[in-house]
Every structure is written in structure tokens, then in C-alpha cells.
């Protein structure tokens, strides 16, 4: 039954308001509440006491104003629960879903209080009826929904300011805030899965000496468990399914406040590591036709949402997740924008990964590279000064965009994965397209002023396997979504060195190790900007399921015992390369290769044939051919516009480019190959940094002549620097 309002409550007294700014907004004497509706009749505002489970009161909102519900509500103060109800037409066919009995989620809510449960008082239809969604629904839902609460003024809260890490410096490092910290004995048992614990000094202590610059946090906001999920007992571990984008799931906060998120932000920047937010605007948690009611759908459907123009029952489905968010609507466009920054200004964070990015510069229904999304973002004095990161792709019709984002943005690039992957694995004809990822992927990225650092190159990420699976597995095992193992990519350019699983055999597991080692060097070694998954310098194992969407267990968790030898020796292995990379710009040089003499006749990038000559286009051509090496060579325009860029032109010890050269020679093949070294203008000796066939490359053995043959083992990659004293 609709409870009455408090009758000697002077919320009765509601005043108009105003229609901005959206949400609910305290002013030190009461609460302002906006919410856009353009399809609306009328909106109430339904009040909560502490508990979330008995409603207090039901308000109309009593102003409509260019299309924003509003009114004021004195006396009201920070902690009050709320919701609304939003009456209209219930009319799919027409695109109408509006159903009153509903308690809709405030899309500007910072702060929500309650689980959302799965029950079916949360849909708009009657679910047993043949009709579905045609049908009305008229159940109250309050009890089964979160309640968004009303916070004290943006105005008292100011996050910390970017650390401005510039893009050739940048490491990234993409981690899970839970899978992080669920299993760390360092960390109190009450903090683990939280970000309270992913503050504390045993997490960021492991960040600093791995030496990433920047953590990518996949997505914290909240999200709804899908039905065969909850049936499973199992749930969305990975967030990809939200329905509020101001707020933080109550799962990792410890307390549930969202101070606890801007404490973590600020306890990262005292490290000097940058904290970038994994966001999905390209759809909601709603789901389909067939799906709950929960915010936007009830609030206004028909303009939150991308509708099929010749049957808007049904909606546009690029996300491949059941709806698609309209931003090409002014004011949905308005929501992403305000809550893209609220999490800079408010919250602190220092740049974006936007998930399945090319949905939100569509048009009608293609990929727009001048869409209003991309206007607005580089328009915006806050948001374009931050790092911003597209997954270039999606699932509707022409969806694969890598390469074409605009100037300012940087994109995930999963050709360097494959590349890599298939190159390492043995694959032929290879050659070619791992040295043009190497290099930076100029064919790519090189355009509209664009740089190197466009290219964000990883082997690994949350989705699909991890390094440790990559040499451990030949197929997916993915038995534990309780799917049949019918989920999950079949395309994994994965190789088992020889038996499936782990392996007690000391050839197959050096071989893992040799790969992996290959694998990270080519990742922290190439032009453009590297990003490391979680886990993956310590041997994480996903044990073969390259789908863990849904297992929020050990299968995800990082495990920090270390007990195996090799992943105490590839967690060092990985410090070395990014100090590497740190100290030596040359190894994330800020313009693209030229190609041609820099100095006298020294070229900044010569390619190498294992005979010791220069490629030539017959080499490349050899489909049979797993070997070839680079030597760079230090670059002084490059080192100047690096300081220009924002850089330092400098490693950590204040060396430049200038007078740097570097060999890298790579071995696919299976055997060994003697490599010659060329001849070169700075010098005749050259040190061995890195040989992924030994660890050890010790005093004697480690110098070798120009135009002399090193002996370049199968399956590895070996780094030699000139030493200038020893020429």
C-alpha cells in the first residue's frame, strides 16, 4: 500500500528548487532534487528512513523546467535515504517503459545504501506472463533496491590534482581492487577487498618496486549480477554491467564511503602513481526489453536508450550487452560528461579506459570520428588535460576502430598482442608485423600529429589468459562458468610448450619461463605504452579459463606466496625491464621512426638480418623466416621534443638518448642461430643486458666485438647496449 507522508513533516512544504545541477544537491539548509525526465508526467520523491526499508515519505516534485523534475526540500540534511518514482506511458511498442510502482536509482547518485536483490518485483512486466513486457507490472519493488543517499556539498570536496605521469613515462598496470587484495597476508582481514586495502603499504610497496607509473582499476561502480549468474551462485566479478556511474559498489568500500575511494586516490598520488577509472558508457545493466527496471529505463527510456527507428520496443544492441546508451542525446551526453568529471575533480582520478569505446561516438548507427562525444570531451578544460584510453572497438556493424580515435586519445592496441602471441608461438610470416608493433605501430597511429604513445600495447588483460595460462594452455578451461566451457574466445594464439596444464617436467617448465620472458621483454621494450595485468610478474593463473567474468574466488585472486622458484625469478625479471625502460628513453622515444641518418649516417632504426646487413625486402618477404634484430640509436631531436611533450627528455639518472645505441635481436626459430653484429660508428664492444635464454649473464661472456657472431638461442630475445669504456 503507498504509505502517506509524515502529516506535521514541513517537507510538505516542498518549494520549487531549482532544474540544476542534477541529482541532490545540500546546500547547508536543505536538499535541492533535479532529475531530467522528458517524457515524464510526474515525479515523486520518495524518502527513507536510516534503514533503507520504511518510506517516510512521498513528495511530488512540483516544478518541470526544460525538461528537469525539481523542487526543494528545507531542513533536509547529508544521509538521507532516497528514490524516486516516475509516472508516464507504459507503452514498449512506442518506446515508453514507465512504471510508477518502480523505485528508481537517482542517475546522479554519489552514494548508494543496500544491495540490489534479483527478485521479480524488479521488472516493469509481469515475468510469467506469455506477453512479457506488454504486460504492467504493479508491485512495490522499494524493499529489493538500493536507495541513493544525499551527500554533503561537491563544493567542500576537492580531489587531489593529476599527477600529469607524461605518456612516454607511463606503465600501466590494470588491476581488480578485490583480486588485489583478497589474499595478502599483509593486509587486515576486515580491508581485504576493499580500497582501504588496496591503500595500505603492502600494495603500494609492491607497485613502487615493480616500477609501474600508473594503476588502471577495472571497473568499481555498481553493477547487477545477470540471473543465470545468481542461479550459478556465482556473480559479475569483472563490473562490466553497470546502472549507476557516480557512485562506488558498496562491496569494495569498507564503511560505505565513498571518502574511502578518494583516500586511495590521494594515498597513490603521495606514491607518484597515477589512478585510472575502466568506465562503461556504452551501456547499462538494464539489459534488454526483457530486462529490470532499475534507473534509466524508468526514469525515461525512450531517450536514455538507443531504440530500434522501426520498432522501439526493442533496442540498437552494439555493446552486445543488451541495450546501448544514446549519447547522442544532449542531456545522457550531459550525465557521461558530469560524471567523467566528478571523478576527476571530486574524486582525483587522473584519466579514463573507455570500455567497447567506439558505441559512443556512433551516429545512426556508424562509427563517427567527429561524434559529439569526442567534440565534447576535447572542448572540456578538465577532461581533455587527462590520460584517455578507447578499447577501439564494439560489437555492432564496423565496430573494429583501432587506429582512427582522435588526436588526444590513446587506444588500446590488440594487434601488438596478437602479433606478439602468434610471433612467439612459431607462427610463419611474422617478421614484418612484429617489427612494425615493435617499433610503434607508425602504420597505425602515425597521423593528425598523433604519437607513439597512442599505441597502448599489451600481451595480456583481465579478458582472456593470463601470461602464466598464454604458455601453459592450448585451449580454453572454462568449466567452472558452469557453461559448458562454451564461453569464452577459441582464438587464444596461446602455446603449452608441449603438454597441457601444469607440468612436472623441468624442460617444459624452463621453456614456460623462457616465454614468458620473451613475451614481457617484447611488451617493455617496444615503442608506445605498455600495460601489464595484474598478477602476471608473479605467475598468476587463471588455471586455463580465459572467461573469469564470473569468479569472484581464487581463480581471479592474486596469490603472493611466491613458492615457485621461476616467479620469484620473473618478478625480479620484470623490475629489471621497466628500470630498464625507465632509465633508457630510448626505449619510449615520443616521435615515430624516421628511418633515415640522424647523425653523419647513423639512422635512428636499422633493421637487421641475422647475417649482420640491413633487411631487405626480400628478407621481410621469407614466410619462413623467426629472427631479425634492430639496433636503435639515440635520438637528439627526440630527446628534446620528449622535454617538449611534457616529458623529461631523461631517464631517472639524467641521461638522454644522445650517444645511446641498442641491439635487439629476437630468435623465434627453435635453434639456435648465430647472429652477427654490424659494425657501428660509436664503438666495437657491446654488453649483454638481457638474454632470455639466461638469466645470468655474468663477467665473462658478457661483452662481445662488433662483427662477431652472438649466439642467439631459439626461442629468445637478447638486448646489447654499447659500453662506450670498453671501445
Known amino acids: 500500500m503507498r504509505p502517506a507522508p509524515i502529516p506535521s513533516s514541513p517537507w510538505l512544504h516542498i518549494q520549487p528548487g531549482k532544474p540544476h545541477p542534477l541529482g541532490a544537491t545540500w546546500d547547508g539548509k536543505g536538499v535541492n532534487f533535479a532529475l531530467f525526465s522528458e517524457n515524464a508526467e510526474k515525479v515523486e520523491l520518495c524518502l527513507f528512513d536510516s534503514t533503507g526499508r520504511h518510506e517516510t515519505a512521498r513528495i511530488a516534485l512540483p516544478e518541470y523546467s526544460d525538461t528537469v523534475w525539481h523542487g526543494y526540500v528545507p531542513d533536509l540534511e547529508p544521509g ?71 551527500v554533503g556539498s ?85 563490473g562490466y554491467n553497470p546502472y549507476c556511474y557516480f557512485a562506488v559498489d558498496n562491496r569494495y568500500l569498507s ?27 556504452n551501456h547499462t545493466g538494464e539489459g534488454n526489453h526483457m530486462g529490470p527496471t532499475l534507473s534509466f529505463r524508468g526514469i525515461d527510456n525512450a531517450t536514455y536508450y538507443r531504440l530500434h527507428p522501426d520498432d522501439p520496443r526493442h533496442y540498437l544492441n552494439e555493446s552486445g550487452c543488451g541495450n546501448t546508451l544514446n549519447l547522442s542525446h544532449p542531456r545522457v551526453l550531459r ?23 567506439t558505441t559512443l561516438a556512433r551516429g545512426d548507427s556508424s562509427f563517427n570520428p567527429n561524434a559529439p562525444f569526442f567534440a565534447a570531451i576535447q572542448a572540456d578544460p578538465v577532461l581533455s588535460q587527462v590520460k584517455l584510453i578507447a578499447e577501439p572497438w564494439d560489437l555492432g556493424e564496423g565496430g573494429y576502430r583501432l587506429g582512427e580515435f582522435p588526436p588526444g586519445w590513446a587506444e588500446w592496441n590488440d594487434r601488438f598482442r596478437n602479433t606478439a602471441r602468434s610471433f612467439w608461438k612459431g607462427d610463419f610470416d611474422k617478421m614484418g608485423e612484429m617489427a612494425a608493433r615493435m617499433a610503434g605501430s607508425s602504420d597505425i597511429f602515425q ?81 608506445g605504452v605498455p600495460m601489464i595485468t595484474a598478477g602476471d610478474e608473479m605467475g598468476r593463473t587463471q588455471d586455463g579459463n580465459n572467461n573469469a ?59 637487421l638480418s641475422p647475417d649482420g646487413h640491413e633487411m631487405s625486402q626480400e628478407d621481410w618477404n621469407l614466410p619462413f623466416g623467426k629472427c631479425f634484430g634492430y639496433l636503435l640509436t639515440g635520438d637528439r631531436e627526440d630527446s628534446i621534443s620528449g622535454t ?67 649466439p642467439l638461442e631459439g626461442r629468445s630475445l637478447a638486448l646489447l647496449m654499447w659500453d662506450p669504456q670498453g671501445s
Open 335 to 357: 550525465m557521461v560528461m558530469d560524471a567523467l568529471r566528478y571523478w576527476v575533480e571530486v574524486m582525483g582520478v587522473d584519466g579514463f579506459r573507455f570500455d567497447l569505446a
Open 644 to 710: 617538449e611533450a611534457g616529458g623529461t627528455g631523461a631517464g631517472a639518472d639524467g641521461q638522454t638518448n644522445v650517444g645511446d645505441q641498442v641491439i635487439v635481436m629476437i630468435n623465434a626459430h627453435h635453434e639456435r642461430i648465430e647472429f652477427h653484429l654490424p659494425p657501428t660508428s660509436l664503438g666495437q664492444v657491446w654488453e649483454v643486458i638481457i638474454d632470455t635464454a639466461r638469466l645470468d649473464t655474468g663477467d665473462d661472456g658478457g661483452k662481445f666485438q662488433s662483427e662477431r657472431t652472438y
Open 255 to 281: 564503511k560505505g564511503d565513498c571518502n574511502e575511494f578518494a583516500g586511495a586516490v590521494k594515498r597513490f598520488h603521495d606514491a607518484g602513481i597515477e589512478v585510472l577509472l575502466d568506465v562503461v558508457f
Open 447 to 527: 597521423h593528425r600529429g598523433r604519437r607513439p604513445h597512442a599505441s597502448v600495447n599489451f600481451i595480456t588483460a583481465h579478458d582472456g589468459f593470463t601470461l602464466e595460462d598464454l604458455v601453459t594452455y592450448n585451449e580454453k578451461h572454462n568449466e567452472a562458468n558452469q557453461e559448458e566451457n562454451r564461453d569464452g574466445t577459441d582464438h587464444n594464439l596461446s602455446w603449452n610448450c608441449g603438454e597441457e596444464g601444469p607440468s612436472e617436467d623441468q624442460e617444459i617448465r624452463t621453456l614456460r619461463l623462457q616465454q614468458k620472458r620473451n613475451l614481457m621483454a617484447t611488451l617493455l621494450l617496444s615503442q
Open 80 to 150: 538521507r535515504l532516497y528514490g524516486y518514482r516516475v509516472y508516464g506511458p507504459y507503452d514498449p511498442q512506442r518506446g515508453h517503459r514507465f512504471n510508477h510502482h518502480k523505485l528508481l536509482i537517482d542517475p546522479y547518485a554519489k552514494v548508494l545504501r543496500g544491495p540490489l536483490r534479483w527478485k521479480t518485483a524488479n521488472f516493469g512486466y509481469n515475468v510469467h506472463s506469455p506477453r512479457k513486457d506488454l504486460t504492467f507490472d504493479s508491485r512495490n519493488n522499494a524493499r529489493y533496491i538500493p536507495k541513493s543517499v544525499v
Open 154 to 238: 561537491p563544493r567542500d570536496r576537492k580531489g587531489e590534482p593529476p599527477l600529469e605521469v607524461p605518456w612516454r613515462d607511463t606503465v600501466i598496470y590494470e588491476m581488480h581492487v578485490k583480486g588485489m587484495t583478497a589474499l595478502h597476508p599483509g593486509i587486515p582481514r576486515a580491508l581485504r577487498g576493499t580500497f582501504a586495502g588496496l591503500a595500505t603499504d603492502p600494495v603500494i610497496g609492491h607497485l613502487e618496486k615493480l616500477g609501474v607509473t600508473t594503476v588502471e582499476l577495472i571497473p568499481i561502480h555498481p553493477i547487477v549480477d545477470e540471473p543465470h549468474l545468481i542461479k550459478h551462485r556465482l556473480r559479475n566479478y569483472w
Open 549 to 607: 567474468y564470473c569468479q569472484d574466488n581464487e581463480i581471479n585472486w592474486m596469490r603472493w606466496d611466491l613458492e615457485r622458484m621461476e616467479d620469484r625469478e620473473f618478478l625480479t625479471f620484470v623490475r629489471m625491464l621497466i628500470r630498464l625502460r625507465r632509465d633508457h628513453p630510448i626505449f619510449r622515444r615520443t616521435r615515430f621512426f624516421r628511418r633515415e641518418n640522424i647523425e653523419g649516417e647513423v639512422k635512428d632504426i636499422t633493421w
